[in-house]
């Protein structure tokens, strides 16, 4: 089976856990991979058009979608909403990954275009996102999550 193919949705303030999960992939003591569907670089334009345009491109690469949830991710709009409205219409499986340690979703930090469409909620950590991303599939509503067996299963207490 292929790498999953995957676009990574974040708040600008969240980019260092993005870097993270590279620095994961790049690891060879981490059993973690992805096909990354996000920009190469950074596009150094101001216009909201064509960076939108850019990044639709992307997402329509990809079948997964991960949102990383911090503290400020419900209340971004612009790009944030945006991508994950972008990734339901193609209907990429949305994964949401809470940057709280919080293995369920959280209303006081979760995006609402991600609630209730059937997405997994996971914490963040490259042993339970590799895991949804190569077992979970979509549901047609609510939020999902993995009991506490499947965590312990893959180390993680």
């Known amino acids: 089976m292929g790498l999953p193919r995957t676009f ?3 708040s600008s303030t969240d980019i260092h856990y993005y870097w993270l ?3 994961w ?3 060879t003591n981490i059993d973690f991979n ?3 569907c996000q920009l190469a670089q950074e596009i150094g334009s101001e216009d909201e058009a064509y960076i939108k345009r850019r990044c639709r491109e992307r997402i329509n690469m990809a079948g997964k979608f991960i949102q990383l949830i911090g503290e400020d991710t419900r209340w971004k709009y612009k790009y944030v909403r945006w991508e994950a409205e972008v990734a339901l219409e193609k ?3 949305i ?9 369920q979703m959280v209303e006081e ?14 914490s963040f950590s490259p042993y339970i996102i590799k895991y949804a991303l190569e077992n979970y599939e979509m549901h047609d509503s609510g939020n999902d999550y993995y009991r506490d067996s499947v965590y312990k299963s893959l180390g993680l207490s």
């Open 8 to 10: 990574v949705g974040f």
């Open 21 to 23: 999960m590279q620095a």
């Open 25 to 27: 992939k790049k690891n």
């Open 34 to 36: 992805f096909t990354d």
């Open 91 to 93: 209907s990429c499986t």
């Open 95 to 103: 994964i949401g990954v809470n940057l709280d340690k919080s293995r």
């Open 109 to 122: 930090t979760c995006p609402p275009v991600i609630r209730d469409v059937g997405a997994i909620f996971v």
